[in-house]
């Protein structure tokens, strides 16, 4: 069964420091999700993107955040100056459609020092 | 101070019970919902949706029910098994109502089969 994959699997960063989550979608997808987990929290929207663009993002994706699909296979979210705030599971989910399922990877795991 | 995360409801059965799991959502926009099953160290997993416009929707042991009226929502498992502990979310999404496609994520519930 086509499965989200996500790399890392647990990111360790310096405050201040860029980091870049990456993720590869199911592959027929058109519609792309971050989501994050605070330890022992819900999960949170942070953006959706389709055709290449934000079509929605939350009050959490500020100025820092950014998302990217650099070539027909990858979807990226950078952080550009981290914040020990930041330190959460980041999801990476994505969906045929916006009114089908969205399908998540195991998440990347953000520890920020 | 001291940082509290939220404390999961959790829900104990026997092998071999039905088990209910049991959601409120906040927004009366919402048209689309969707069960996820999240196993530790792991994301969350499709399990079924709904669309507003039904009250009820059956897949492979699972049985979901919408009341929109009160707006609740609820995951039946039959003869639950032991791979079936994990933490439940329910997650809303407004599709219809142009809230967009993301979703909103309930507390969770934490399954807990006991043999």
């Known amino acids: 069964e086509p499965e989200v994959t996500q790399t890392p699997s647990h990111q360790v960063t310096q405050m201040g420091q860029e980091v870049i989550l990456r993720c590869v979608p199911i592959?027929?997808?058109?519609?792309f999700y971050w989501y994050r987990q605070i330890l022992g929290q819900k999960v949170e929207f942070l953006v959706s993107f389709y055709n290449n663009e934000i079509s929605e993002k939350s009050e959490i994706f500020d100025d820092q955040f950014s998302v990217e699909r650099p070539d027909g296979s990858n979807f990226t979210l950078k952080i550009r100056s981290t914040k020990l705030e930041d330190s959460a599971m980041y999801f990476c989910?994505?969906?045929?459609?916006?009114?089908?399922?969205?399908?998540f990877g195991d998440g990347t795991r953000l520890s920020i020092l | 101070g001291e940082s509290v995360g939220l404390h999961l409801p959790t829900l104990s059965v026997q092998e071999g019970d039905n088990s209910i799991i049991n959601c409120a959502y906040s927004n009366s926009a919402s048209d689309y919902f969707i069960w996820y099953k999240q196993e530790s160290g792991k994301g969350p997993q499709f399990i079924i949706d709904i669309r507003s416009n039904m009250d009820k929707r059956q897949g492979q042991r699972v049985t979901v029910l919408l009341n929109k009226t009160v707006k609740h929502l609820s995951l039946q498992i039959a003869a639950t098994q032991p791979g079936d502990s994990a933490v439940y979310f329910c997650?809303?999404?407004?599709?219809?109502?142009?809230?967009?496609?993301?979703?909103?994520f309930g507390t969770g519930t934490q399954l807990k089969v006991e043999l």
């Open positions: 997650a809303e999404n407004p599709i219809l109502t142009g809230g967009g496609n993301k979703l909103t």
């Open positions: 592959s027929n997808h058109l519609y």
């Open positions: 989910a994505s969906s045929q459609d916006s009114n089908q399922p969205q399908h």
